[in-house]
């Protein structure tokens, strides 16, 4: 039982990093920030449910330092 749940979560997880890739979150031309960071986590997080038409967005707000 224990082997079954681990390879439905690697598949899972497989599927969601395939559906990152065909977003574009990974490349050369990918802008790195909070947000795409986010973005793409939840992506790869949330695997088949993006093919049911899930399009998981984060908006990140980062404190600015002190002047």
Not at 13 to 18: C, N, Q, R
Not at 34 to 52: E, S
Not at 54 to 63: A, E, F, L, Q, T
Request: charged share 10%.
């Amino acid at each position: 039982m224990r082997s079954l749940i681990g390879t439905i979560l690697v598949v899972w997880l497989l599927i969601g990093v395939l559906a990152a890739y065909q977003r574009g979150y990974f490349g050369q031309s990918a802008k790195v920030s909070c947000k795409t960071t986010g973005d793409t986590v939840l992506t790869v997080v949330v695997g088949p449910l993006n093919y049911l038409g899930v399009n998981p967005k984060v908006s990140c707000r980062i404190p600015q330092p002190s002047k």
